[in-house]
């Protein structure tokens, strides 16, 4: 192993450890909840640094690993703090924020038609994980409003999960979708043609 993969595995090892810990405690002091809070400040300031050893595109990747990861442990820390739903639903965003911003970055270590297709990759995976969480929250809402409420209320719930799904699922078919049409700038001509219209029949486009 030479020595600019052995820096990237140990930086990439010490930002994981910097935040894995948890920052998400049920019940906890509000003066537990501010120590929480500066701890995950201190150990992002530990992250940056560590990142200091690399340079280029590396240094960039990891940085946006630490943010991420900060970012993260903040929204678990609000869970856990203030615990409902839409709390819940912020701590998926923020990881499907931060795994994007990391997985863009990683993109740049590429060229032309290959890193087009990794940002379009990269954007339909963030979008697939917001479209769910999505999902997901409406779905606990329409739930919780339904409770105890008549059967009506409840089907009328149920009417609501779905379609909740059912546009999480068409906003992902939709990303996928892109993908696989910068997928096709790979060929020319008449290669091309076939590679679009192939495209259009999986995911339904006219």
Do not use: W
């Amino acid at each position: 192993m030479n020595i600019f993969k052995f820096n990237s595995i140990t930086v990439a090892v010490a930002v994981g450890l910097a935040f894995s810990c948890g920052a998400m405690a049920e019940n906890m002091s509000k003066d537990m909840y501010k120590t929480a809070g500066d701890n995950i400040s201190s150990k992002y300031k530990l992250a940056k640094s560590a990142c200091s050893s690399l340079s280029g595109n590396a240094n960039d990747i990891c940085m946006e690993e630490a943010k991420g990861q900060e970012k993260v442990a903040k929204a678990e820390l609000e869970a856990g703090y203030r615990p409902s739903a839409k709390a819940d639903y912020k701590v998926l965003v923020a990881k499907a924020e931060a795994e994007y911003a990391v997985a863009d970055e990683r993109c740049d270590d590429k060229a032309g038609t290959a890193k087009d297709i990794c940002v379009k990759e990269a954007k339909a995976a963030k979008t697939e994980a917001k479209s769910n969480a999505k999902a997901a929250l409406k779905t606990n809402d329409a739930n919780a409003e339904a409770k105890g409420k008549s059967t009506e209320a409840r089907n009328e719930a149920g009417k609501k999960s779905a379609e909740a799904k059912n546009d999480a699922a068409a906003e992902t078919l939709d990303a996928q979708y892109g993908v696989a049409k910068e997928r096709c700038d790979e060929y020319a001509g008449a290669a091309k043609d076939h590679c679009l219209n192939q495209a259009k029949l999986k995911f339904n486009k006219q």
